[in-house]
């Protein structure tokens, strides 16, 4: 393209135009990121709000028949799926203090630290990052087997029964909300640390001459100006946690035991790829859509309103 | 308000030295500058009073108490950071009150604290605003209100005009002097420009790599630097230093083999060289080069500065600057300069000065001028 602006009206056979060129290139450069969109989400998208109003098993041969708002009105009226959204409310709630309470108090903590001290306990925070999702899954069944894992070894050690971490419905999601949290920690404690290290040390140079106890520093000027941060991982925890633990739900427990572990992103999966109701799959699709569209909606505001930004 | 004691202090950032075993007393009351060149460890010496910096070796005492191991919010010291480093997420009452809120002062004796302080510095329309919704200057203000607001022995700046732009700076240069003689509270302020350290300070500390050069009032250091740094550092344009040696009688010749000051004797061996000072405001052109105990100048360029008039050229192939008033006549042809005896200042090889023997034979002068003339103290 250079050449063609280059050589100009001397254009070489077979090249565009310069003019022409010229009005097209715009577009030319953002054709790749369009395309992408489109392809991978846009158009997706509007088959499957499409499809939510057909019923259709997926099957080549057969063709979706149009039953309107039944997959809807179904869905809505399915125990099934009212679990489903209980359950992922208890995820989003149980990951919270894994991917924002426990990173910010290390963040907050740590932050003092130097040398090859800080290097060593960055490496250890963020190894469970780097690790392959369904590796972690494996290794978490391995250590939590109710028979021969080593931390249910540990429990009968000291003197605690033993704990069927997949296998009781109790149990079960909490399981999962920690493997899921478990890989998280790193990432944030890093976006944290990154944060924390942004805050210009005469502010807290000031707040100290002002007489504030580290706690009241902690309080009064960390945590605040740190509220860009914590906001941002609180509204990725609401909007992707569930998501997140689809893995580990898939590979671990498959939804069960008596469907105690499965969320609504598992559900949608079940219905499309298990049951190929692919307008069931799509309906709940849709559902979930909206509803994280809105909680988003409300969490960019409210980022908006209580964010502190330092100029 | 409170003195301070600071006893051969030292600081290392591992093994650099940034402050090299410094003495000073800051007498109650007092508005003491510290001016030094970047890097002379004029601001580490000013944290290490705050308590924001350890101190290696030595003790500092605030009122006669060592501090050495104080929190910096204990040891009575408010201070003034050279960003203002205002809490970017509260109102400039929730900022100038921050301190008496940590105290655990109820909010209505805060908030009437608050509103006085504002009103001493004329923030009081301003109290709601945050800081970026503020000028530099008004910024400058709530950060002093900061500062005020506990009533502090000890106010600490930390070049908290350089910030700001000309105008402002001379404006609220003025406004702290203002607000010292009324609150009477012991002053620390650090600069490295030479206007603020003239205008502010009652004591002069001139520093120069981790050491003091010179303490004095601003006065004293200026017309009598007791080293060749000193000399070079204050005035602008900055001193002129011309080569010498001694001659058997104790007195200086300049390149050329010319003796302008032949009373002035050093107690100085034979062929000691040394260099002579001579400030551009205590040069006076004379016409023609010969003229008796005038140096020959070869004129180069002429910048008229409205106010006064700054002459360059060279002596003897050294660069000379000559500050003279506004709508002085400049001689035509070969020019020479003049200097009366008591202008000229002597360095040794070592940077330190030498004084002449006896005190110099005083210049004739006509009675009633000044024995400083107003132009010497040119800065801009």
């Known amino acids: 393209m250079t050449d063609a602006t280059i050589t100009g009206d001397r254009a070489l056979p077979g090249r565009l135009p310069r003019l022409r060129l010229s009005a097209a290139e715009p577009w030319l450069y953002l054709a790749p990121a369009i395309a992408v969109v489109a392809i991978w989400t846009y158009v997706p998208l509007l ?20 039953v309107g708002l039944d997959n809807y009105r179904n869905l809505l009226s399915l125990p099934d799926m009212r679990q489903a959204v209980v359950n992922t409310v208890l995820y989003t709630i149980g990951l919270l203090p894994l991917s924002v309470g426990i990173p910010l108090a290390v963040a907050l903590l740590t932050g003092g630290l130097s ?17 392959a999702p369904i590796v972690a899954a494996i290794l978490w069944r391995w250590l939590l087997n109710e028979d021969h894992g080593l931390v249910n070894a540990w429990l009968s050690g000291i003197g605690l029964g033993k704990v069927g971490f997949l296998s009781d419905p109790d149990v079960a999601l909490w399981t999962l909300v920690w493997i899921t949290g478990w890989k998280l920690i790193g990432f944030s404690t890093l976006l944290f640390t990154a944060a924390d290290s942004a805050i210009s040390p005469s502010y807290v140079e000031a707040a100290r001459m002002d007489g504030a106890s580290p706690w009241q520093i902690v309080r009064d000027i960390r945590l605040p100006l740190l509220s860009p941060t914590i906001l941002l ?6 909007l992707f946690g569930a998501q997140w633990s689809f893995v580990y739900i898939n590979a671990l427990t498959g939804g069960g035991p008596l469907r105690s572990t499965t969320n609504v992103y598992h559900v949608m999966w079940e219905y499309g790829f298990k049951t190929m109701a692919a307008g069931w799959s799509t309906a709940a699709g849709m559902l979930v859509f909206a509803v994280f569209g809105l909680i988003a909606i409300g969490c960019l505001a409210a980022m908006r309103r209580f964010a502190v930004y330092d100029e | 308000m409170a003195s301070i004691d ?10 650099t030295p940034a402050v090299r075993g410094l003495d000073l007393a800051v007498e109650d009351g007092s508005f003491l500058v510290i001016l030094g060149p970047s890097g002379c460890g004029k601001s580490t010496l000013l944290r290490m009073i705050a308590g924001l ?15 050495n191991e104080v ?25 100038i009150g921050y301190a008496l809120k940590v105290a655990g002062v109820p909010k209505a004796e805060r908030a009437d604290r608050v509103g006085r302080v504002a009103a001493m510095l004329g923030l009081g329309d301003l109290l709601a605003r945050k800081p970026s919704q503020l000028s530099g200057g008004q910024r400058q203000r709530v950060a002093m209100g900061r500062a005020m607001v506990r009533e502090p022995g000890i106010f600490l700046f930390d070049e908290p005009l350089s910030n700001l732009d000309a105008k402002l700076r001379i404006q609220m240069r003025l406004e702290i002097k203002r607000l010292h003689r009324e609150l009477k509270t012991t002053s620390v302020f650090v600069t490295h420009d030479q206007v603020e350290a003239m205008t502010l300070a009652d004591t002069l500390v001139v520093m120069n790599q981790g050491v003091i050069e010179q303490v004095g009032t601003p006065a004293e250091v200026f017309r ?28 200086a010749v300049l390149a050329g083999g010319h003796m302008p000051w032949p009373d002035l004797v050093f107690e100085l061996a034979a062929e000691t060289r040394i260099e002579v000072g001579l400030r551009p405001g205590d040069l006076t052109p004379v016409a023609g080069k010969a003229a008796e105990g ?12 409205g106010s006064e008039l700054h002459w360059h050229g060279t002596v003897g192939g050294s660069a000379v600057a000559v500050a003279l008033p506004a709508a002085t006549p400049i001689p035509a042809g070969p020019v020479g300069l003049k200097a009366p005896p008591s202008a000229v200042h002597a360095f040794l090889g070592d940077g330190r000065r030498a004084e002449p023997a006896a005190a110099p034979i005083p210049s004739p002068k006509p009675s009633g001028e000044a024995p400083w003339r107003a132009t010497s103290l040119s800065y801009t």
Not at chain 1, 115 to 131: E, S, W
Not at chain 2, 71 to 92: D, K, S
Not at chain 2, 296 to 305: C, G, N, R, Y
């Open chain 2, 71 to 95: 929190e910096p919010g204990r040891r009575g010291c408010a201070m003034v950071f050279q960003n203002y480093a205002l809490y970017p997420h509260m109102t400039v009452a929730e900022n």
């Open chain 1, 233 to 238: 991982i609180t509204m990725m925890t609401i």
């Open chain 1, 115 to 131: 040398g090859p001290l800080r290097n060593l306990y960055r490496a250890l925070i963020f190894v469970p990052m780097i690790v």
């Open chain 2, 294 to 305: 005038a140096i020959p100048f070869e004129p180069d360029i002429l910048e008229d500065l």
């Open chain 2, 224 to 251: 009598r630097p007791k080293s060749r740094f000193v000399a070079n550092f204050l005035g602008s344009p900055p001193m002129n230093f011309l080569p010498a040696e001694i001659d058997r009688r104790g007195r």
């Open chain 2, 6 to 15: 600071i006893r051969s202090v030292h600081k290392l950032y591992g093994k």
């Open chain 1, 47 to 66: 088959q499957a709000f499409e499809l939510s109003f057909y019923q259709w098993n997926m099957l080549p041969r057969s063709t979706p028949r149009f």
């Open chain 2, 53 to 67: 910096e350890d101190i290696s070796a030595g003790e500092i005492a605030i009122d006669g108490r060592v501090v």
